[in-house]
């Protein structure tokens, strides 16, 4: 194909992708250097049905004028991710001089927003990624092999986690584990403890949390590869049959190998997905013992009184480092293996 | 031809003059546009307007919504805005004050306000900003039976006492967790910080200042209370607000509250509990610290706010149906759903434990610009010294870290 040939044919696709990928991650970047101007903060007299209060207001006028001349706000550079919110420089520095142990140090670093963020986030990624394609193959290989009458419906009800909203499925869930609940009461009853809470324990927290996940995403994982696995050749399948290959064998030596490439599509994805966990968190409300990296971006803009535009800006930024990191080794693999064989 | 129409006309205006003479309604076929949070005494007011001016008004719109404080800001912003009227409380008029959203009302009170107390009008340096008609705070609910069976004698009005009733309610072995609390990790941990801090006699900022000074002993001492209380309140304490301790009042599963006052019309009433519960519930004042004064609560009102980008006229006109709405009747016919500050209030049992604790002398919520900020980093900093990860003092300087940030950041530092 002729180069400009190729390029007439990808235009429309760079285009859109220019228009609402590119210049949509660039204001955000833009935004995330720019701070608010100075309020001009005047001392008023208050007085309500209470009595009256000496307090502040702002000066809307003076304010106003500031905000005109220059919209974006005022230029503060990389401060935004060097700041307390997010990279914590300066305190980590102090931090580090002043613990005696590396322990310590790690507790120090868990009071910061985004350190305590990444903790969770992290930790929910690497345990709920394998799980979901563990438990989704098994689910799709015993799927497979139902008889065809049972087949539809199973897949139905094994897709049902997923069709269910991510808010209202943790709401329930919530729900069921209180105190109260079925399966609070029924906790409560077998360890025979009555203040047994799982929405107090920080480390019970993060499990319920997990379990939500690996419940809420298997379904996907699920599907794709039953979906794979209706390709797999059969005739390799009977020629493993005839040489003597067990039925574990054959999925371990022929099955597998052929499901590799959806395998490394279904961790692209959950890895990115689970980066971004946020609807259980707010669903059990969990932010006393659990916060995401996507949950800082929403607590900043939360406040609509004052929206802090810059550092959501620059926390969304960090999250796309972070998948880019964490996707990383896999392209990395993807891309020699796509070089091997163009080779062979 | 030309007469007949001019009779229509007469008859038509002796029709207005005559819906003037019931309520004045201000300029006609104005576009009244209110956004309002949701809860009965809201509506109380709201439909009085409706009922008394919507005939003179081209059109009467109201959107009633428990995130009116989510979108009004975006909403009163473009010009002409979205809405003529937000009805407000403090610290949501802050909100709309800080980017100039509400215009002052000094010569529509003069012209439309005759029948206002002195004490609705909310003035900011002198001007008056909003009206307000009904006043709320938390306070102490509590359960005569229980205390009186767990050997409490009289009222706990410290929170020193209210910690011992709490221990010998659980020494009775009658409930492990006798109190609730609205803890819930964000904006009600902050704000149950504020009442205990208020009480202690604390400062939220440096006078003249956005700078936050509650890193001292007075903070300390108000955590260490908010500690010694959440040890008797229910396991799940920080996961809820209102609705939830509302919901284990009305189960009985608790004997010592502090919840909203605007509860007290809906615990009391014959829905949702049972007569134990409800005949046994008594409302009173927020306790003071042992030794102290100061009622530890915040006080709040509602009010109404007229938009700053709207129209001359249908500022007038929406002013003069809001106010309308404000009358001894319209307080008889709704008197239980609010502590109303309008004339011809009658408290009842559900008021009692608002006017208790704002005559033993409780502060308003501060009116600070910056105040949301605070308090936003009281909600997100606390919960590692609840949770007994942290020491108090480390627990208030993040606090006062994480507002120096967002200060900066929003620039009021």
């Known amino acids: ?344 | 031809m030309i007469f007949k129409k001019l009779i229509l006309v007469g008859f038509i205006s002796l029709f207005f003059s005559s819906s003037l003479y019931a309520a004045d309604c201000g300029p006609n076929g104005q576009s009244i546009r209110i956004l309002a949070s949701d809860f009965p005494a809201i509506h109380a007011i709201a439909n009085a307007a409706e009922s008394n001016c919507a005939g003179s008004a081209s059109e009467f719109n109201r959107n009633h919504t428990t995130e009116a404080r989510q979108i009004m800001n975006a909403a009163q912003t473009p010009n002409p805005a979205e809405y003529t009227s937000v009805i407000v409380a403090n610290s949501t008029l802050v909100q709309l004050m800080n980017d100039g959203l509400v215009r002052p009302l000094d010569d529509l009170v003069e012209k439309y306000g005759g029948h206002l107390k002195s004490n609705q009008l909310i003035t900011v340096d002198g001007k008056i900003m909003a009206i307000a008609f009904m006043a709320n705070s938390q306070h102490m609910y509590y359960r005569t039976d229980i205390l009186e069976k767990s050997g409490v004698d009289g009222i706990p009005a410290t929170y020193d006492e209210v910690i011992s009733a709490a221990e010998k309610i659980r020494a009775a072995g009658i409930m492990e967790h006798p109190l609730v609390m609205n803890l819930k990790v964000g904006w009600n941990v902050g704000e149950v910080f504020n009442t205990i801090y208020l009480a202690h006699g604390g400062e939220f900022f440096k006078p003249g200042s956005a700078e936050a000074s509650i890193n001292n002993a007075k903070g300390v001492a108000a955590l260490e209370t908010m500690k010694a209380l959440v040890e008797y309140a229910h396991e799940d304490h920080l996961t809820q607000a209102s609705d939830d301790t509302q919901g284990l009042w009305e189960a009985g599963q608790a004997a010592i509250g502090f919840m909203w006052g605007s509860r007290g019309g809906v615990i009391l009433d014959n829905e949702g509990s049972s007569a134990e519960v409800t005949s046994n519930t008594v409302l009173s004042a927020a306790p003071t610290v042992t030794g102290g004064s100061i009622p530890g609560a915040t006080l709040w009102w509602d009010g109404i706010t007229i938009a700053t980008n709207v129209s001359d006229s249908e500022a007038e006109a929406t002013f003069a149906a809001l106010v309308s709405g404000m009358t001894s009747e319209m307080v008889a016919a709704n008197n239980d759903d609010a502590i109303w500050l309008i004339d011809g209030f009658k408290p009842g049992p559900a008021a009692a434990g608002v006017s208790a604790t704002a005559q033993g002398g409780a502060k308003s919520y501060p009116m600070f610009a910056q105040m949301g900020l605070l308090h936003n980093a009281l909600g997100a900093e606390l919960v590692d010294f609840l949770k007994g990860s942290e020491s108090a003092e480390q627990a208030l300087s993040d606090v006062e870290a994480v507002y120096e940030t967002a200060a900066k950041d929003a620039g009021y530092l």
């Open chain 1, 1 to 344: 194909m002729k180069h400009s040939t190729f390029l007439l044919f990808s235009l429309p696709s760079l285009s859109v992708m220019f228009l609402f990928i590119a210049i949509p991650i660039v204001s955000v970047f833009i935004q995330s250097l720019h701070i608010e101007h100075k309020q001009v903060i005047i001392v008023t007299e208050n007085c309500d049905p209470f009595g009256c209060e000496t307090t502040t207001s702002v000066d809307t006028e003076a304010s106003a004028k500031l905000k005109e001349k220059a919209p974006l706000g005022k230029f503060n550079g990389f401060k935004t991710y060097s700041n307390r919110m997010h990279f914590a420089f300066d305190e980590l520095g102090e931090a580090w001089k002043s613990s005696d142990s590396f322990t310590v140090f790690v507790k120090k670093l868990y009071n910061y927003p985004l350190y305590r963020a990444l903790s969770f986030t992290l930790t929910y990624t690497f345990i709920v990624t394998p799980f979901v394609l563990f438990l989704g193959f098994l689910v799709a290989v015993g799927v497979n092999n139902l008889p065809k009458m049972f087949k539809g419906p199973t897949i139905f009800a094994s897709l049902l986690p997923m069709i269910v909203t991510p808010l209202v499925g943790s709401l329930i869930l919530f729900w069921m584990v209180d105190g109260d609940g079925v399966i609070g009461a029924t906790l409560q009853k077998i360890f025979n403890d009555n203040s047994l809470s799982l929405k107090a324990s920080p480390v019970l927290t993060w499990i319920m949390l997990m379990v939500y996940g690996i419940w809420h995403l298997m379904p996907f994982s699920f599907i794709v590869f039953y979906a794979g696995l209706q390709t797999v050749p059969q005739e390799t399948i009977e020629a493993a049959t005839i040489d003597g290959a067990s039925k574990f064998q054959r999925i371990r030596h022929v099955v597998i190998p052929h499901l590799m490439p959806l395998a490394i599509f279904i961790t692209l994805i959950l890895l990115m997905d689970n980066f971004r966990v946020f609807e259980p968190i707010i669903g059990f409300k969990a932010e006393a013992h659990a916060t995401s990296i996507s949950w800082l971006i929403w607590n900043h803009l939360r406040e609509s009184a004052y929206p802090l535009y810059n550092a959501a800006g620059a926390t969304s930024m960090i999250t796309i480092f972070g998948v880019a990191i964490l996707l990383l080794p896999v392209l990395i693999r993807t891309w020699r293996d796509f070089k091997e064989k163009n080779k062979g």
